[in-house]
Every structure is written in C-alpha cells, then in structure tokens.
C-alpha cells in the first residue's frame, strides 16, 4: 500500500509541474451560423466557442448542419507565439506564420470571418507554435451548447421553411388566387450538395432512396439519395418535371445559401425574394399538371427536332407577338392599342400560308396557357403574401436577407420577351384590363381553351372603340404579317448557318495555339438604358487597363488591356477587343444558351451567345434579356420538354467543348499536376479556408468560388511525368510575370520533374501565372527529332477587387416625400453613371484604399423629368469593407411667375416681352392670354440670386414699373450645384398703359 501511495504522490508532483509549465493561452470567440433545435427549428445563432474548460453545463442542445459556418475570435497569451493553426477533426483549415510573435490578436487577422465547414468534421482545436519552439494544442467548445450530430441533409434549409411557408399560405388563401389551387400534394425534389438529392412528400421517390428519420422544420415524408444520375437538372433552374409519373417542383442547390449580409457575398433581397417567387411559380405548375384538365395537344414532325426547324419558327413567330402584344399593353393611344391588338388576333386566327406555321403557333398556344397563369399567379401571390405580414415573419427570422417592409415585386413574364412567359401573361393581362374574370373562364372550360380564344370573344364587347375588321381588311393584314415572319426565319437561318457551325469551328481550329483576338458585342435593349445610362466611351475608342459591364444576366470583367469602344443606335452596344497570346489557353461552358468563359484577366458571361467568324477577327456577340431589371440571373428556367420541346431540343444540338478539348494538347503518356496551397476567399460567402487548389482542374476543388487575398503567400507545386524518358522542362512564371522557378532535363531525359515555388500576391484583380511545360519526344526512327512540344497553362484562380466599400444612395422626391425612382447617380472619380431602383435606392462598391478613399457622388432628378430639379453633390470617404450612406431630397426648380394688367384701353397680353437678367445671363419669359406668364418659357428654371424682370410693350404709354428685382432663393440646402427655389417666385404684377385710339385725347 505504501508504495501504491509514494506513486501517486509522484504522478501528481510530475502533472503539477508538467500543469505549471504549460503557457496560459485562451482562444475564443463566436460561432456564427443556422443550427437545428431539438424543437426541429431552423435557427441563425451565434454560439461561443472557447478553449478554456467551461464550468457552466450545457443549457441547450443544438444539431449542426452541413454547411459553412462563420468564426472570428481572438487569442490571448502569456508567451510569444509564432504560429497559429486550426484544425477540424485533423484537417488543416487554416494557418499563419506570423512575421513578429504576438502576444494576443485576431483569429484570423484578417478582416474576413473563418470557414468551419462541417465536411471536416466539427471537433476544431488550434495548434500553437511559441518562440521558444514549444507546442500546445487547445480544443475549440462551445460554452452553455452541447452540439448533437451533424444532420445528413446537405441541402439548402431555408427550401424546407420557404416550403412550409408556400405550403400553409397556399392552405389559406390559395382558392382566393385560383379556385382550389393548393400545394397539399405537391412534391419536391431539392438538389444537394455533392449530386446528393433530397424528396419531399413524394408518392414514388427514386429506387435506392431512404427514408430520412431526423428532425426538419418541415413536417413531411423525407428522402434522400446519392448520386441519383437519372435525372438532369440545369445548375440555375427551377422547374416542375415529371419524376417517376409524378409532377415535382425541382429547385437547384446553391451552395451559397447560408451566406450571411455581414460579409461580401454572392447573395443579396433580390435573390432572397425571387427564390420565394420562384417556388410559388412552380407550385402551380406542379398543382396545374395534378388536376384533371382537357389537354390541348399538337403533334410535332419528328424531323423538325433534328433540323431545329421548330426552334426557327417558334422564335420568329415569338418575337412578332411579342412587339404586338407589348404594344397593346402599353399605348396610351386607343387606336394604336386596338390596332396591335388586332394584328395579333389576326395572326392567331387567320390560317398562315404554310402548316407548319399552324402548328407552331398550336404549340405556342398550349405552352403559354400554362406559362402565363403561372407567372400572373405567382405575381399575384407574392403581393398577397406581403399583404399577409403573418405568413411572410416566419422566413423573416431566418432569412437576413428579406426586407423587413413590404414590397411589390415587378411582374418578372416582362422579363422573358419571346417567350410563353410573355405571350401567355400579356394576353391575360389585356384580359384583366377588359374586366374579364379569365380564371372563372379557364376553370369552367378545364383548361381547354386557348387565351387567344377567350381574346376573341371578349374584346369586341368590352374594348373601347374596337371596330371588327372585314375578312378582306383580315386578309391583307395577315399578309403583312406572315411576310414579316418569313423574313425573320430567313435571317435566323442564315445566321444559324454562319454564326452557329462557321463561327464554332473557327474558334475551336484557333484554341489550337493561333494568334486572334476576341471581340466581345453585347446588344442591350431599350429598356435597360432608361434605367441605367450608357457607358461613354469616345467614338473611336480607347485602350485601357480594365473593363466592367455588369447587368442582371450579363457580365463581362476583364483585368488586362483591352480596346473598348461603343456605336450607339437603338441600344447600346458595348464592344471590347481581348488581344490573345499565342500559347493562351481559356475555358468556357455553356449555361442553355449562355456562355461562360474564362480565361487570364478576364471573365464573360455573355447572354445569347454566338461566335461569328469575319476576315479580321473572331467575335462572340450576346444579346442582353433584362427588361424590368427584376430578373437575375440564377432566377431564369429552363423550360423542361413537355412545357417547350423547342428549347430543349435546340440547346442538344449546342456545340459544347469541354475541357478534354484542351488536354488534348499533353503528348500521350504524359501528365501534369499543379496545386496552389494558401489562404482562399469564398466570393459566393465571403469567408476563408486553407486549401490546396487544383490548378488545372477547377472541378477537382472543394465547392466554392475560391478567390486568393492580397498579401497572402502561395505555395505552387508543379510535377510532370512520363511513361518513357523525355527531355523535359518546367518554367514557373508569377503574378507579375517574372520567373518564379525553372527546373530542365534537357540532355539527361527523366520520366520527372517537379518545380515548387512560394510568392505573395501583390494584388487582388486576379491570380497572374502561368506554367510553361515543355517536352521532347524522340520518334521512333530517328532518336534525336523532336515530334512533339506543347505549353501548358494551368487554371487560373480568378480574384476580386479586393480593397471593396459599399456606398448606398436614398434619393426621395422632397414635395411628396416618397422614394424617387431612376434618379442620376454620377460618381466621376469611378466613372460610374446609374440610376435608383423602383424604391429609391442605388447601392454601388467601389475601390477603396485602406487609408480611405474620397468620391464625390452627384445626384441628379430622374431623365423623364420635363422640369428642372435640384442637383445634389455629396463627399464620402471610403474604407475598405465600410459602407457610406447618403439619404438625398431632390425638388423641382419653379420660374419666376407674374401678371400684366392694362390701364385704360385694354390690349393683348402676347404682345409683351418679359425677360429676367442676371449678370450675363437673360431668360426670356412665355405670356399667357390671360395676362399671366412665366420665366423663362421654355423649360428650365432661374438658379438662385437676384434677377431683374423686365416687362416690354410696342406703344405703351408707360408701365409700371418698367422693371423689378425678385430674389431666388436657395431651397437645395448643402450640397447644391444647381440651386434654385422650391415655389414659384412672384414677380408681381406690371400696369402697361396704352393710348387711346385716334390721339392721347381719343377725340376725332
């Protein structure tokens, strides 16, 4: 017993002093991010984790989810530490080398929250290095939490509350919208990370899925699967196909959607709302496609899918309705209104030359049926649903990203011109405005009536002043019509001809290693320039070092010199010239129709894309599709084959090349890998990790759009191996171009080589390098020929502007109080014009200096406007990740008014002249009949200060007085480069005395 006894006494002497010799460190901070309640809750919280055992016991019980979540924190000790190093179950998330040992500081020491991706497991320590080389690792807890399992579903959950929410609101008020319209039996497939799939309330979910038993916020039968194959979804598209005999609403994943508004991030409350809008939208396809409607049904030639000959037609005769139907709604004019609207009845009535065209015009017909109910009632529904606050608080709490005040969203069909999107709802829309009950009409006809149809029925008695036309006066109308269509059809054709398979093949013999430049054309309608104003360019003109085009589904971002130019007609249409390296390697993809392309310094995503080939050059012309500015990019569809056999038939017969096109370009038996190891950025969530990048390969990496920091150091990793001994040689270029390494087996062939190499990067546009790898292969023949060399340049990693403020702009209407919509927005130093969205407000980010950076911001009244406002100018100075608001009162300027009167013989007011001179400057005045007139008279108002209104008049005896000063004042406060006064300013009244006639006496 008593050597038992000396033995613990020596084990507790050895831990004591072993207790007293470890460095006093905590590390803590806050754990941010969307958890699970054991009341199966979808939470945001903020959960401390700490290093330091806590006393406290755990008050609550949180389940994690697969995710990302946020951490900042800071660390405390007593001796110097050199490095830092945080771990996620042994998995290396994040590390620094720190220049000079502190003694507390930031973890990370960035200004950019941690990524604590639960993929790594959720048991986190952090590794410290001191100076004096000692070593001591502290696991990361939480304090008053005890996390439960990281739950399976590695899907969006805001899907399961948005469903609930449509779910219950459709419950209530869903019969209000449409006559027993409900989502009681509506499945849903949500799409997850990893090819991860994830069925709601589905009658017949895929063979190998099971049963999910866990807790969800959402009260229905659960599935999940894994790389279930059968079944392609476009990545940005929501639709309602046919899964297992089943109708389902489908909604993509993005891995984004826990992203939070304290950070930069690729979500924003548009995205947040229309993802909500879009789940209302496809419900009712979903319900609509339950019901036991009459079908309409059309049968399509076979061949036509092959030849794309229904695409042809289904576009052109799209495009000819929609400029008709558009113009219906929209004419202020009743005969020009009745007039469109008569051309489009005749196109839909009158039997079209060839029957083709009638069939294209039947499948249009059943595919805008659908279309345009289910964009008219998803529109109407969210108004109803902003109306219901108490069914829209739920998705407030969780979601930061929805406005807390109730708005009304543009109707998004405006946004799909040639579309069944656009037809469908803009004849339905005409209906409402004849006063026409159309969801009576649709329900009691079960669907077996075409909107055209019900047009025809009810216009000649509910329009105003519609006067039928003849069968002759039909006739020749029609003529007209169909003429204009053979004409479009003959100008898609050939364009199909040369742009589609002339222009790909060319650019496919170029990515060969040719010399060329790229044009990039993107066409932006009408619309899109009322609200956001032209790019100024000089007419023949410029080179300049970078170029940003952003609209809602365009975006072209280069980062390397560049010829930009603009040729202003009907639309704007902005044209840049991307000089290409013979060696030059770049990706793309195709979205549907748009595409994707990336190469060094520049990245496109270009809208209706097509090449076409001409003798100079290569060009790649888009065709921007906003109209109403409510439609981003991830909110378009794809329309799935049953709702609209054209599209899906067309974009299979899209040239695609992959990246297999590129590596064809290795010699056989020869491979390459390179790795970038460091610090990234998230864009899509604004957080770092620590990854090791593939660098030739972006598919190969970790979900997420990784982006490198400035400042942060890189270590490259380059190997290339052969089959055989060649003669090899590697040559590492970096960011600025200068040789970072060079590795060479010319005279001793190797079958490896590899080359690393560290550098900082210097600025965050984008990451500059590039691997150049050359090989000689000996033939067979002769041993010492070369056959064969190639360069190779790997993926680059692109990088936004990294040293990024926010500046939002409130601009209101000062005489009513009510946000001003399409208000000017000029920030020069930036070179930036815009324009106020519907609510008022125009929110910018702009480079700024860490030392901060001042911009002056000059507001301006809407351009519609015919009077003469206030003009604002602000100062703000910008910090890097800060914001700067400015809340801005525009008024419109009033002229100088007065009255003339007569005195004695009375005579005609038009015949004075009336003039207000300051200084230099004269403004000339309009007199009305009645004596009353205005200054100046043609638009425009007199700036503030003292002007002298004079009153002239042939013969006049006298007038009294002659002239009179009158003060403007300056209502515009500070900030005012264009002051004036907010009311008329009153010149008074001027007496004009005339002689009488035949003499001063008025005797004979």
Same mark, same amino acid.
């Given at each position: ?100 040992? /502190? ?57 399961? &509350? ?376 000089? /007419? ?15 975006? &072209? ?314 003009? /604002? ?103 005012? /480069? ?27």
């Amino acid at each position: 017993m008593v050597w038992r006894w000396v033995l613990m006494v020596c084990v507790t002497m050895v831990l004591n002093s072993w207790l007293l010799a470890q460095p006093k460190v905590t590390v803590q901070g806050t754990l941010k991010g969307y958890f699970i309640t054991p009341q199966e809750e979808l939470i945001l919280r903020s959960v401390i984790l700490s290093s330091s055992d806590a006393n406290e016991t755990a008050k609550e019980e949180l389940h994690l989810l697969w995710m990302g979540y946020y951490f900042e924190g800071w660390l405390k000790s007593e001796k110097p530490v050199k490095s830092i190093t945080i771990f996620a179950d042994g998995h290396l998330i994040w590390k620094r080398e720190l220049p000079k040992s /502190i003694l507390q500081g930031a973890v990370p020491d960035l200004k950019l929250p941690l990524q604590l991706h639960t993929r790594y497991g959720k048991l986190w320590k952090v590794r410290l290095s001191f100076e004096d080389d000692g070593v001591t690792e502290l696991p990361l807890k939480p304090v008053g939490v005890k996390f439960k399992s990281i739950l399976p579903l590695k899907i969006d959950w805001l899907d399961l &509350v948005r469903i609930k929410v449509v779910k219950n609101f459709l419950a209530r008020y869903g019969d209000l919208l449409f006559p027993s319209w409900n989502a009681e039996r509506t499945p849903f497939a949500l799409q997850g990370e990893g090819g991860q799939w994830v069925f709601i309330n589905h009658p017949k979910p895929p063979k190998g899925a099971k049963r999910y038993l866990g807790p969800s916020p959402l009260k229905e039968k659960i599935w999940v699967i894994d790389r279930w194959l059968t079944f392609n979804i476009h990545p940005e598209a929501a639709e309602a196909p046919e899964i297992n005999g089943v109708h389902t609403v489908v909604l993509p994943f993005r891995p984004y959607w826990f992203a939070l508004p304290e950070y930069e991030t690729q979500r924003n409350d548009i995205e947040a709302l229309m993802r909500l809008s879009t789940i209302l939208h496809e419900c009712f396809h979903a319900w609509y496609n339950q019901q036991h409607f009459l079908e309409l049904a059309v049968n399509l030639p076979a061949n036509w899918l092959a030849t794309r000959e229904f695409a042809r037609f289904f576009s052109a005769i799209k495009s000819m309705e929609t400029e008709l139907l558009d113009q219906a709604i929209t004419a202020q004019d009743i005969d020009l209104k009745n007039e469109a609207l008569k051309r489009f009845l005749v196109l839909r009535r009158h039997e079209p030359p060839k029957p083709e065209y009638q069939t294209v015009l039947k499948a249009g017909q059943i595919s805008e049926l659908a279309e345009g109910v289910a964009s008219v009632l998803e529109e109407q529904a969210f108004k109803l649903l902003m109306e219901k606050w108490h069914e829209y608080l739920p998705l407030l709490s969780i979601d930061p990203f929805l406005p807390k005040q109730k708005i009304h969203l543009q109707p998004r069909w405006r946004s799909y011109p040639n579309s069944p999107y656009f037809t469908g709802a803009a004849q339905l829309t005409l209906l409402e405005q004849l006063g026409v009950d159309w969801k009576q009409h649709l329900q009691a006809a079960k669907f077996h009536v075409t909107l055209d149809e019900m047009l025809s029925k009810f216009v000649a008695s509910k329009a105003v002043a519609w006067q039928p036309l003849s069968p002759e006066q039909e006739s020749k109308i029609a003529q007209v019509v169909w003429k204009q269509v053979d004409e479009q059809l003959a100008i898609l054709k050939q364009a199909e001809v040369e742009v589609q398979e002339q222009g790909f093949e060319e650019f496919r013999k170029r990515l060969n290693g040719e010399k060329f430049g790229l044009w990039v054309k993107i066409l932006f309608p009408k619309e899109v320039l009322a609200r956001f104003p032209a790019i100024q360019f000089p /007419i023949n003109g410029q080179w300049q070092e970078s170029l940003d085009v952003f609209t809602w589904d365009c975006r &072209v971002e280069v980062r390397r010199l560049c010829w930009v130019s603009q040729e202003t007609m009907q639309s704007l249409v902005v044209r840049a010239y991307l000089p290409m390296e013979k060696d030059e390697v770049f990706w793309f993809r195709w979205w549907g129709r748009d595409l994707e392309l990336k190469g060094e310094g520049f990245e496109l995503y270009v809208p209706q894309a097509r090449l076409i080939k001409t003798k100079e050059c290569l060009w790649l012309v888009g065709q921007s599709r906003s109209l109403s500015g409510e439609n981003p990019l991830w909110a378009r569809r794809v329309m799935n084959m049953k709702r609209a056999v054209w599209l899906a038939a067309s974009l299979s017969l899209l040239l695609a090349i992959s990246n297999n096109a590129v590596r064809a370009q290795v010699p056989e038996g020869v491979s390459v890998t390179a790795t970038i190891t460091g610090n990234f950025r998230d864009a899509n969530t604004g957080q770092i990790v620590y990854l090791t990048l593939n660098g030739l390969d972006e598919t190969n990496n970790p979900p997420g759009n990784w982006h490198s920091i400035v400042g942060e150091t890189y270590t490259f990793n380059i190997t290339m191996e052969s089959s055989e001994p060649m003669s090899m040689s590697l040559i590492l270029l970096g960011f600025d171009g200068q040789e970072l390494a060079r590795v060479e087996a010319i005279e001793q062939p190797t079958q490896r080589l590899s080359v690393q190499a560290q550098q900082q990067s210097p600025y965050g546009c984008e990451m500059k390098y590039r691997l150049r790898a050359h090989v000689k292969i000996p033939c067979p023949e002769h041993k010492k020929v070369i056959c064969s060399e190639f360069w190779w340049e790997p993926y680059h990693v692109p990088l936004p502007p990294p040293q990024l403020g926010t500046v939002v702009v409130h601009v209101f209407d000062g005489a009513t109080g009510q946000p001003l919509s399409g208000a000017g927005i000029n920030i020069p130093e930036a070179d930036i014009l815009g324009a106020t969205n519907p609510q008022g407000i125009w929110t910018g980010q702009l480079w700024a200096d860490r030392k901060g950076t001042s911009y002056t911001i000059i507001i301006s009244s809407p351009p519609n406007r015919t009077q003469v406002w206030c003009l /604002i100018q602000q100062k703000v100075r910008l910090f890097p990740q800060g914001m700067q608001e400015a809340w801005v009162y525009l008024w419109p300027h009033y002229p100088i008014s007065g009255q003339i009167q007569f005195e004695g013989r009375s005579g005609d007011p038009q015949q004075a002249t009336v003039k207000a001179t300051k200084g230099k400057i004269t403004l000339n005045g309009v007199v009305n009949p009645d004596g009353s007139f205005v200054i100046p008279g043609f638009g425009g108002a007199p700036t503030e200060g003292e002007w002298t209104v004079t009153v002239t008049y042939p013969g006049a005896v006298s007038i009294t007085p002659p002239s009179r000063k009158v003060v403007v004042p300056n209502h515009c406060g500070v900030g005012a /480069i264009r002051p004036g006064s907010h009311n008329p300013v009153d010149a008074g009244v001027f007496v004009i005395r005339l002689p009488f006639p035949k003499g001063p006496g008025g005797g004979g």
